[in-house]
């Protein structure tokens, strides 16, 4: 005779992975192209500076630099 757990827990697991997951899955990156819709934010880049003859990485906005008189 086999434990209650041991059927149980692979039987939900299964039903998570093949059933439950994608489905969340498809939900999450459903939000996640809203919001890059919506969002006129720029997302950071990497920009490499070499000064002095040391280079250094570091993540910079994509902001455009605009002149107020």
């Keep these: 005779m086999v434990c209650v757990p041991c059927v149980t827990i692979p ?10 997951q994608p489905l969340l899955i498809k939900w999450w990156k459903f939000k996640n192209k809203e919001k890059e819709v919506t969002n006129n934010e720029q997302p950071a880049h990497l920009v490499k500076e070499c000064k002095n003859g040391v280079c250094t990485l570091s993540w910079k906005k994509n902001e455009d630099d605009k002149k107020t008189d």
């Design 11 to 20: 039987i939900l697991l299964i039903i998570w992975r093949f059933l439950i």
